[in-house]
């Protein structure tokens, strides 16, 4: 299956990881590299530069396909070392970077001149409009049922992705529900060059994360996630657990007036302990409503193989036989 998405990046078929914290290690990008997808470290997952290079290297070794690594620009008052990160992924040879959070502008000159292709996370049109102004590459266009931060207009995919395809030039990966053949078909239809998944790619056996994780992914069904930090405007999508009821309770008690610091024990530094500990009520971890699609464990192999099977199937048999062909 070729597309504008699989001809930029030179991969097989048209199915992105995105960045993930604790989940985006060089393991878990290898493993969607070798399927034929597209796989991204983490760099922030990494605490320096340094060890980042070392993931780089881990990866490469791993794999001879191409991967990127995700680097998500944070307005923190102490920002990590974006400087060295930046260096770390033109000196590993890495041909394409993943761009979440901040206007990725100050970077894109350097990047560009390494050769490496630029996908910036977006959740709207507007925004990515101004990624393709900017100069990015590829967007990845982030629907309001996505995991993590979906922003703050509440725009699903079914009525964003067409709004991206009627606005953009650049190519555009569909993030938030997706999770099967049907997921790629329907993106593609809408107007997508492929799709974007993390939710699904945690449950598979490779993902670096406890048992436990995975296991709380499949029991989950669409409508187990929530939504928490809108008063402070960085909504995020989460698996509902104990550490989410009280981040909610408190929400609701002290309304606009709402701090960082009041939530800060359940959203912070808190993925170490979910991830890696398996401690599911630690605090509150990223998680997307497509859990309700979310059955089975498989190798990264045996869901992309699927995923693409599923993909070929409908496109082929069910579409082909409504068209009258």
Known sequence: MKTRITELFGIEHPIVQGGMHYVGFAGMAAAVANAGGLGFVTALSQRTPELLAKEIRRCR????????????????????????????????GVKV???????????????????????????????????????????????????????????????LLPRAADELNVPFVASGGMADGRSLVAALALGADGINMGTRFIATQEAPVHENVKQAIVGASELDTRL????????????????????????????????????????????????????????????????????????????????????????RKRLTSLAGA
């Open 228 to 315: 928490v930090m809108r008063p402070l405007k960085n909504t995020e999508r989460v698996l509902k657990n104990a550490a989410v009821e009280r981040i909610i309770q408190k929400e609701r008690a002290l309304g606009s007036s709402l701090k960082f610091e009041d939530i800060k024990d359940e959203v912070a530094g808190v993925y170490p302990r979910i991830m890696q500990d398996g401690s599911m009520d630690a605090g509150a971890w990223s998680c997307g409503m497509v859990v309700g699609l979310i059955q089975d464990v498989p190798t990264v192999q045996q869901l992309i193989d699927r995923i693409m099977a599923e993909a070929n199937a409908i496109i």
């Open 97 to 159: 970077v993943e761009t979440a959070g901040d206007n990725p502008q100050k970077w894109l000159p350097s990047l560009h001149a390494a050769g490496i292709k630029v996908i910036h996370k977006c959740t709207s049109v507007r925004h990515a409009l101004k990624a393709q102004a900017l100069g990015c590459d590829a967007v990845s266009v982030d629907g309001f049922e996505c995991g993590g931060h979906p922003g703050e207009d509440d725009v699903p995919n079914f009525i």
């Open 61 to 92: 070794e791993m794999t001879d396909k191409p991967f990127g690594v995700n680097l998500t620009l944070l307005p923190a008052v102490s920002a990590p070392d974006y400087p060295g990160y930046i260096r770390a992924i033109i000196d590993g």
